[in-house]
């Protein structure tokens, strides 16, 4: 008797300015220890630097690799785009500068059928590649940093509100007409709530690792956190009850530090104390998350717990009704259909 062949997978990757990682990326991808079938589809923003000139070169190399235009270059565009494109009952999303580890695709796709799930996925292993980056890599794994999210912090195996990128039974992208283009940010969270409302199943298991590079520098983080908080704030207009205590851990901060420098300084010094606090909070919590890190990336954890905790909460504050209005207005259009 003859092994079942396992399901064909198609990998969907969003890109835009990926020069420095996309050829390491796809390279984990078509590398990957799994006997099925493997097609890899990237969506091509309208990059500033060689991203298209390398992603022609993968195609030229690797008939698995193909790619299309997304000349929007939003990421929920540029998955729906690529989603189209492809042909395979399971659909795994990888950013262009995220590596798989060896045995990524197979576990899912084990998962997938275990669990019975409509989309699993696991541990955003962020990694630096030096000082700066490490230092990020280390307050985004770490609690002080975003909380009790499995997905950053790892945990145990179990359904899960999200999960970090995903692997989806096609059947799930379509009858949800995939991702809502008009968030730009959040897309995934506020996919997986839909398939969640439709009775579906999300599973997190820490036995899914993607290493993930963080943004170079301090305003590349300052700009994600920002247009994170910003956009969480559209879902939870968007879908009422999405939104718990720990998304208003960082907007609550924000304001409460902002009112205690105001009363510091018109009012009392002891309004001072709040904004002291919270910066001899995120020190004291840097020493573990540093711990083993060399000193120059250790001294520079509390700038990144800041930069993400400050940048976070003020998009959360000043999300414009206007987006959830816009968002609201677009019901979801079924792009897949």
Do not use: C
Not at 40 to 49: E, K, M, T
């Amino acid at each position: 008797m003859t092994e079942q062949q396992p399901p064909a997978v198609s990998v969907i990757m969003p890109v835009l300015n990926e020069e420095r990682h996309l050829r390491t990326s796809v390279r984990h991808i078509l590398e990957q220890d799994y006997a099925g079938e493997l097609e890899v589809v990237i969506a091509l923003g309208p990059s500033a630097d060689r991203t298209d000139e390398i992603a022609a070169e993968l195609v030229a190399e690797d008939p698995r690799v193909h790619t299309v235009p997304n000349p929007t270059g939003r990421t929920p565009a540029a998955l729906n785009a690529a989603i189209k494109a492809s042909r395979h009952p399971v659909v795994v999303r990888v950013d262009g500068h995220g590596m798989l580890s060896p045995d990524y695709i197979a576990t899912a796709v084990r998962l997938l059928e275990e669990t019975g799930a409509q989309n699993v996925g696991g541990i955003m292993h962020a990694e630096g590649e030096n000082d700066w980056e490490t230092a990020v890599a280390a307050a985004m794994t770490s609690r002080i940093g975003v909380g009790n999210a499995a997905f950053h912090t790892g945990g145990a195996a179990g359904p899960a509100e999200t999960v970090y990128l995903g692997v989806f039974r096609r059947e799930a992208l379509e009858q949800q007409g995939g991702y809502n283009e008009e968030f730009i940010r959040a897309q995934d969270w506020e996919l997986n709530f839909r398939i969640r409302e439709a009775g579906g199943l999300i599973w997190f298991s820490p036995e899914l690792k993607v290493s993930y590079r963080p943004r170079p520098t301090v305003k590349a983080l300052a700009k994600q956190y920002k247009d994170y908080g910003r956009w969480r704030h559209v879902v939870a207009r968007y879908h009422q009850g999405s939104i718990n205590l720990r998304y208003l851990a960082a907007p609550t901060a924000v304001a409460a530090i902002a009112a205690g420098v105001v009363v510091g300084a018109v009012v009392t010094p002891w309004g001072f104390v709040v904004p002291g606090g919270y910066l001899a909070a995120i020190a004291a919590g840097s020493v573990p998350a540093g711990r083993g890190l060399p000193l120059k990336a250790r001294a520079q954890i509390p700038v990144a717990l800041a930069t993400m905790h400050m940048s976070w909460g003020f998009g959360f504050l000043t999300s414009p009704k206007s987006l959830a209005r816009r968002v609201i207005a677009s019901r979801r259009p079924a792009v897949l259909k």
